[in-house]
């Protein structure tokens, strides 16, 4: 045995002990994990925050067509908060954003309660569900396209069946178009919700429910009082998901409007997109895009504040 | 050693046969465009027939949109790549931009020498030059004040004589319309709106009232009851169009017009390659008519080539198909299958048919004034601004009064 022990410390190269930590090979072994996640980190850096720090510089420059040096200061921020395409797309922004999250967030948490009654039919159902979320939002803006256009889907079939007069021009319709943006997200998106909240309904201590049953709570009494109070980091996670997705909302809008009849489902994204490159705007399209950065910043660095303090003082 | 010699006779047989291949060889052009709809691309191949007779391949890019919005968008990530397609189809004022940017070929060797100075209107010439020296090689004259009529349902409402001014036109449309006809085909997407703008500010104001709100931005002109009026004239055409027009492409909407499902078109004359196209004959089976009101006043795009500046061995093929694409049987022959008039006075009109000698008529006599619809008015931040405002009056509710505010408003911040 002690023959052994001598010997140990003396040995080298594969044969070592793993969680001897001295020298060159123990460092490389204590930064694996660094050493690996570098290039990523790397690439990050420098593509994704050098980059944002380029688009920051260009929305203070004059750059129209082609990036450009000559400095101007806030201008084109002015400029951005005088275009009317601006104020529609901020409008539209907001009422797409709170629809789409507050639907998305109570159909998701209907179905996963329907869902986690223990029916028989659950691993059938579930995938049904979120079969949306496995379509690109191009695809579900094309197929919400045909549906919701007055001569070809909907409206001629309900024609067609015999009721006359039924009419659901929205898709058409500038003031409603908005609306049809956000029954096809929540379409493709409530699934995934609901996947997150059956999750989190799963990870509910079963006998604070049993105890709750003892009592003599109802099961209404039960969801309300119990369970969804529980569930307060899902709805975080929900709220931080969806609320990117609709900031980012572009491919969707492309697809399902092309930015509306007229201009009525301009979205900051697709404004972006038009004023940088189609517009010969570069200028204000960077400065929309900071705009687009700011507000999503507002909402999940906050999210992430939090979390780590809670995890620091773990 | 025999072997070895055989090597050296056979490297150097190769290497000869090389050079004297790569000699003759010249190099493909790659074209980005957006001819994409039939009638188009069937132009389009008079000049790959033409090149491939002088030996020059054709690498063909289109990109499909109407407008050419995504084949620009396009055109800008090649070029940031260093990686520039040989020719670039472009209208009006992207021209100026990208020679102003330094990314064009000089071409006034070959202009001197064929004479093009002589032979391009100046009107042309404004876009086809950047600080005196040529850029580019214009192919066609599009307008955009024209109606496209199918004759059986004109025929059928007693509209044998074509309207020739507004009211006449009005009335026209009432009653194509009372006859379960669509009145007006036309497809909702932006570009479309605007190319039926240019007519309206034409037959609304003249000549002088269009040069003076879409070339030169009068401030008091933009503001004025007439430009009111105009929009309440595109308010009218609202009425004409069907329920289903939103996101309709222009051949689309040519297509309904062909097809008797509707009674005209205000469309630039590229739609009249997809009625020649279906087999349609001017005069026969549909009629072409400057918007009523405009008789005699020409709003123009002009499609260029723009050669852009890219290694040596690329030039001589820029070069040929720039002489190519300027002699006068290549400016026939595309132009007639396109629609348009040869950007050339000197083209014999012969080989075209009535409607296409009516445009070259209207070209050589009439007043030639840059779409504003197709980018040859004013550059693409202020045609976006004035673009954005028709098309929300054309689809929404807002008042006349209110789309002239935000006009005026709209160009004063795009500048």
Request: glycine share 10%; net charge neutral; charged share 20%.
């Amino acid at each position: 045995m002690s023959a052994f022990h001598l010997n140990y410390s003396e040995h080298s190269g594969p044969n070592k002990m793993n969680d001897d930590t001295s020298g060159f090979l123990g460092w490389c072994r204590r930064s694996l994990p660094k050493i690996v996640l570098a290039p990523s980190f790397v690439v990050t850096i420098c593509f994704v925050y050098g980059f944002i720090i380029y688009t920051g510089y260009i929305s203070t420059t004059a750059s129209k067509m082609l990036p450009n040096s000559k400095f101007i200061g806030l201008t084109n921020y002015e400029k951005l908060w005088r275009t009317l395409n601006w104020q529609v797309a901020l409008d539209n922004l907001a009422i797409f954003g709170i629809l789409y999250i507050t639907i998305c967030g109570v159909l998701g948490l209907t179905l996963a309660i329907l869902l986690d009654q223990k029916i028989r039919g659950e691993g059938f159902l579930r995938p049904i569900y979120l079969y949306p979320m496995a379509l690109s939002f191009i695809v579900t803006g094309t197929a919400w396209k045909w549906f919701l256009n007055p001569g070809l889907g909907l409206e001629k079939t309900m024609h067609e069946w015999g009721w006359e007069s039924f009419s659901f021009d929205w898709l058409v319709n500038s003031e409603m178009a908005i609306y049809t943006v956000v029954m096809a997200g929540v379409w493709q998106t409530s699934g995934f919700v609901m996947a997150m909240f059956l999750a989190g309904l799963r990870g509910v201590d079963n006998e604070q429910v049993k105890a709750a049953q003892l009592d003599g709570a109802s099961s209404f009494q039960t969801y309300k009082r119990v369970i969804i109070p529980q569930l307060g980091p899902v709805f975080l996670s929900a709220f931080v998901v969806l609320s990117h997705m609709a900031i980012k909302a572009y491919d969707l809008v492309v697809a399902l409007t092309g930015g509306g009849p007229g201009n009525a489902t301009e979205v900051p994204a697709t404004f972006m997109y038009s004023y940088t490159f189609t517009r010969n705007q570069m200028g204000v399209g960077a400065a929309s895009a900071m705009i687009m950065l700011m507000t999503i910043a507002a909402i999940i660095v906050p999210y992430l504040y939090a979390e780590t303090r809670g995890k620091r003082h773990e | 050693m025999k072997a070895r010699y055989l090597k050296v006779k056979l490297l150097a047989a190769s290497l000869a046969l090389g050079l004297v291949g790569s000699v003759q060889a010249a190099e493909d052009v790659e074209v980005l465009h957006w001819w994409t709809s039939g009638g188009e691309a069937k132009a389009l191949t008079v000049l790959k027939d033409d090149l491939q007779g002088q030996g020059i391949g054709w690498k063909d890019m289109p990109v499909a949109g109407g407008g050419g919005e995504k084949a620009m968008t396009v055109l800008r990530a090649r070029v940031q790549a260093k990686n520039a397609p040989t020719a670039v189809q472009m209208l009006g004022f992207d021209i100026q931009d990208w020679a102003a940017e330094g990314a064009t070929a000089n071409m006034n060797d070959l202009a001197k020498a064929e004479g093009w100075d002589a032979v391009v209107p100046a009107a042309l010439q404004r876009f086809s030059k950047y600080e005196g020296d040529w850029v580019a090689a214009p192919v066609n004259v599009h307008s955009t004040n024209w109606v496209w009529g199918n004759k059986k349902i004109l025929d059928e409402v007693g509209a044998t004589e074509l309207p020739s001014d507004w009211d006449g036109f009005i009335s026209v449309l009432d009653k194509i319309k009372a006859k379960g006809y669509t009145a007006l085909a036309h497809g909702g997407q932006p570009w479309q709106d605007a190319t039926i703008f240019d007519g309206v500010v034409l037959t609304t104001g003249g000549a002088d009232f269009y040069k003076k709100t879409m070339i030169d931005l009068d401030a008091e002109a933009l503001g004025s009851k007439t430009m009111e009026m105009v929009f309440d004239r595109m308010r009218q055409l609202r009425g004409y169009v069907d329920d289903n027009f939103s996101g309709r492409d222009w051949n689309l909407a040519s297509a309904m017009v062909i097809e008797d499902k509707a009674g005209v078109q205000i469309m630039g004359d590229w739609a009249k390659g997809e009625f020649i196209k279906a087999g349609k004959v001017p005069g026969k089976d549909f009629v072409c008519f400057r918007t009523p009101g405009t008789q005699g006043m020409v709003t123009f795009n002009s499609d260029q080539f723009v050669m852009f500046k890219g290694d040596s061995a690329g030039e001589k093929s820029q070069l040929a198909m720039a002489k190519a694409v300027m002699s006068p049987a290549f400016q026939s022959a595309f132009n007639v299958v396109k629609g348009s008039a040869p950007a050339r006075t000197d083209v014999p009109n012969d080989a075209f048919d009535d409607c296409g000698k009516k445009a070259m008529a209207d070209l050589a006599s009439g007043d030639l004034m840059g779409s504003m619809a197709h980018g040859h008015s004013v550059p693409a931040a202020i045609k976006g601004a004035i673009v954005d405002v028709v098309t929300k009056h054309f689809n929404g509710k807002n008042s006349s009064a209110d789309a002239v505010k935000e006009l005026v408003a709209g160009i004063e911040n795009a500048k």
